[in-house]
């Protein structure tokens, strides 16, 4: 990892904890010295991280690439299948969402 990417607040990142712990969230605050970045996690293998706030090093952290945020639509449409009681459509659209997240996890 160990970059030297320059973060906003509001940018999507992945990256691990100082216990490798992998984490995929958005930016709060750039702390300072920059070499820290308050994060909100979205997701985590630890689930007990997930919805808090935490401090990472900047260094630990990469930019999300831009194909994930599919995971928010294919949860709408997951909704959409729901809706409509399309049972096939809902299999598929799950199966496609646990693929996304276990890239990223």
Known sequence: ?????????????????????????????IENPEDITKVYIMDSVN???IGRMI??????LQPVLEQEPAEASLEQLIDMALLTKDEEWFEQLSAELRKLKKQYS
Request: without cysteine.
């Open 1 to 29: 990892m160990g970059n030297k990417t320059q973060f906003h607040v509001g940018d999507w990142v992945q990256g691990e904890t100082w216990d490798k712990q992998r984490i995929y969230g958005y930016v709060v605050k």
């Open 47 to 49: 689930e007990e991280l």
């Open 55 to 60: 401090r990472v090093l900047t260094k630990s």
